[in-house]
């Protein structure tokens, strides 16, 4: 198999109907604010970075990389979408990566996709935006390090989430998910925390602007928007190249052995990001990459416009 489930997707049958649905409530009402918030400071700017945002954030979430034991992970990204959006608009990025990976690629359950949500998107854009606004009057070096911490917690944050619906829903028990969960996602939050840290510093050099340093120009906004697609297709293009161990939480899942709870979804269009009349082949990983960047990309192209036509 070319590709691993992202670390904290959980599947359709780990999770309870109560819980599931406490989760869609609380989802749903915080993305409520986030669309009311939104639709108040969308920046006219803020548009084609959003699809850019998401498109970046979809094609690296297809690179796994080997942590350790044979587990692997990859970035989560809603504290680098929070920090160089905002908070709300960070959200609204996040749940179209995830509910999309889970309507069109099968990773991620249906009816648990609001607890996706909640645990990947909202909690990890919260945190990654508290912290690093609360040095916004710092050097650069003390931001991109706050940063970094951020996005290592946001990924502790969303595994404590999640261990902690897991032992309300009866698949396993607290004082056993907590420790394999934390432990092995402190070892995935180091590689979230380089690559938020990476991504910024890249931003700050070359658009200092969209963090609220230095001034912006038309052409610097579209060359921006043309490095951010391509960037994207690169990294789409050596997704083949991803560890192929399992994630996270299906190592957890492995260990204690909850795995066979889990729940395929009742259809199939894109299903572990290969084409079906491809199989799964190098070339199969990458046009499904493709597909969903592009995909993704114009959704939230789409909800900026509307937003901003609101506004």
């Known amino acids: 198999m070319l590709y691993a489930p992202a670390p904290l997707h959980i599947p359709d049958g780990f999770l309870s109907i109560v819980v599931s649905i406490i989760c869609w409530v609380i989802t749903i009402v915080t993305l409520y604010f986030a669309i009311s918030k939104t639709n108040q400071s969308l920046g006219e700017k803020q548009i084609p970075l959003m699809g850019v945002m998401a498109a970046f954030i979809f094609a690296a979430q297809m690179i796994n990389f080997p942590v350790a034991g044979g587990t ?32 069109l690629f099968q990773d991620g ?7 996706n949500i909640l645990n990947m998107g909202l909690i990890t854009a919260a945190i990654g935006y508290g912290l690093y606004r609360s040095v916004s009057g710092s050097s650069k070096t003390v931001k991109l390090g706050v940063a970094g911490v951020a996005a290592w917690l946001s990924v502790m944050a969303g595994a404590l989430f999640t261990s902690l619906q897991l032992w309300l829903s009866g698949t396993s028990q607290l004082n056993i998910v907590i420790p394999a969960m934390m432990g092995v996602h402190a070892l995935i939050g180091v590689g979230e925390a380089l690559i938020t840290v990476f991504a ?112």
């Not at 992970?73 to 920090?83: E, F």
């Not at 230095?214 to 951010?228: F, H, M, Q, T």
């Open 72 to 103: 692997s992970g990859h970035m989560l990204g809603g504290a680098l979408a929070a920090i160089v959006l905002g908070p709300w608009a960070g959200m609204l990025v996040m749940t179209a990566v995830i509910a999309l990976q889970a309507l």
């Open 109 to 115: 359950g249906l009816v648990v996709m609001g607890a």
């Open 200 to 311: 910024l510093a890249f931003i700050i050099q070359t658009r200092p602007d969209l963090l609220g340093e230095g001034s912006e120009s038309a052409k610097g906004s579209r060359n921006w928007i043309y490095a951010g697609g391509i960037i994207s297709l690169l990294v789409v293009l050596i997704s083949p190249l991803a560890s192929g161990d399992p994630d996270g939480l299906e190592r957890v899942a492995i260990d204690l052995g909850f795995l066979d709870a889990g729940q395929n979804a009742p259809y199939s269009i894109i299903p572990d990001y290969t084409l079906p009349f491809l199989g799964e082949t190098a070339l199969s990983t990458i046009l499904a990459g493709v597909i969903g960047i592009a995909v993704v990309a114009v959704i939230m192209v789409l909800v900026g416009r509307g937003l901003k036509a609101k506004s």
